[in-house]
């Protein structure tokens, strides 16, 4: 039996995934101005493209980390033996030549002959199941081990022949999740097989197979890359040989950049206001296109008040605290303040417009339309004997999420304190740190966000709620990673809907996290720079080698 690229038998979700429905606006904002692009210290840039992010790069290894700003620079240097179109969540081949079910537990994947990395070690299928068993077997906690949850092993019987078996039968998502982070592939010769490899090693090595590779690497202030000859995957060889990614510290000065030409392309993060005020500037386009990102508050069950491993630990005062902070934001109030409707509110954190998505929030917490209740709130806290007002440390982090995120989390402690019912601590800490110490439960309520992998709901329920969650914030229920089990194999449409909405419905009851908004974030790109699709990626990803200057 041959799988074809994209097909999902009985899936769902259509072709396309969120392009047809809105889930807030990302902006692209076309700078019409037609002057040459210079670096940093005013040199012309010739032939070069710059982009410009206020993100942070956590690993450049893939197996130790998972989020945008890592994401970024490894989606030009390492492929995937699938890949996404730009625009839809099909997948197509990269690497490989093609994939075939050749059993209900089993894909069989071929690649293609004579690939090489560009330190000029062939790649080949030991390569391939090294990558995947090296990811399994460091299972770091932010890394994207979590996404391989059916996968039970690889082989490589021959160099250009990988066959993966899974745990359980008719698991169609399987060849959506090759296609992600998980599923990059590393040099068996550089990277060791037991842990994570330090950014200075790996640049040294150039185990490049993505279509760039890193010339030179100052982390977190300027990384350049240059095309890599070696890489034979469908995004073939980039327009544009060399491209540089600048990091900034402040939006402000980002924007500043952007006014005055002196960077090619913005991804992640300009605040709302500043991409409001570069669409009014004379000369500017603004393309509007869907997103998928959610952004949530996670409760740490070990070190939450009442936590597991407080000096006062209680699980019905702790279950009351959780769904007490439910029953006190307001949802709209920060999609209008903080983001002017540039987000919208969210009730679960499947988004909107995805099959089997269910606002289970919107009917248990607040008013029970959506809006806040604090008389609700200080019912529930009553009823557990929680004394108040209840103190919450609450961690937010702005270079990762956007500087509109100390707006937010402003708003959402004015939001809680209102109500009389809590006292907030805010803090904030630098994203590279951040990582490290979420996992480590040193955060008892946390702000994160998510992207999606690949566009279904279960990319949105199993990385926060199974076994080894991704959040890791010490939540665990038997009945909802039974239910996520069993909506990832079934295959009747109208029964797997039935068990995501079953899923949401139960975690909501019990606030593991809480869901509070919906959109994306924008890219901001000279109107010189041609290659830019109106339409987003549809897993948000803003790949380089269809960018030049005309």
Known sequence: MT????????????????????????????LTGCTSSKDGSGADSGSSI????????????????????????????????????????????????GIRLTGPKQYTVTLQKGLKFANGHELTSSDVKFSFDRNLRIADENGPSSLLYNLASVAAPDPTTVVFTLKSANDTLFPQ???????????EQVFPADKILDDTSIVAAKPWNGPYGIASY?????????????????????????????YYTDAGNLKLDVQQGTIDAVYRTLTTADLDDLAKQRDVRVHTGSGNGIRYIVFDFATQPYGTKTKNADPKKALAVRQAVADSVDRAQLAQQVYKNTYQPLYSSVPDGLTGATPSFKSLYGDKKGGPDPAAATARLKAAKVSTPVTLNLQYNSDHYGSSSADEYALVKSQLEATGLF??????????????DRVKHLYPLYQLGWYADYLDADNYLSPFYSANSWVANAYDDPA????????????????????????????ATQV??????????????????????????????????????K
């Open 3 to 30: 799988l074809p690229y994209g097909s999902r038998p009985n899936r769902p979700l259509r072709p396309g995934g969120l392009g047809a429905v809105s889930l807030g606006t990302a902006f692209l904002v076309a």
């Open 50 to 97: 710059t982009v410009g992010t206020t993100d942070q790069v956590a690993s450049l290894d893939p197996a130790g980390a998972w989020d945008a700003g890592s994401g970024t620079v490894e989606s030009e240097v390492y492929a995937t033996l699938l890949s996404q179109r730009n625009g839809s969540a099909d997948v197509t081949p990269d690497l490989a030549t």
């Open 177 to 187: 999740v090759l296609s992600t982070a998980a599923g990059e592939i590393v040099d």
């Open 218 to 246: 100052d982390k977190n202030s300027l990384v350049s890359f240059t095309a890599n000859a070696a890489y034979k995957g469908r995004l073939g060889t980039p327009k544009t040989k060399n491209v540089r990614l600048k």
């Open 423 to 436: 006292k907030v601590n805010l803090q904030s800490t630098e994203w590279t740190q951040y990582g490290k």
């Open 480 to 507: 909802v990673r039974t239910l996520i089990q069993k909506e990832e194999t079934e295959t009747d449409a109208a029964k797997r809907t039935a068990l995501l909405k079953q899923a949401q419905d139960r975690a």
């Open 512 to 549: 593991p996290l809480l869901p509070l908004l919906q959109g994306s974030t924008a890219i901001v790109t000279r109107s010189d720079l041609s290659g830019v699709p109106d339409e987003l990626d549809a897993t948000y990803q803003f790949r380089w080698a269809g960018l030049a200057k």
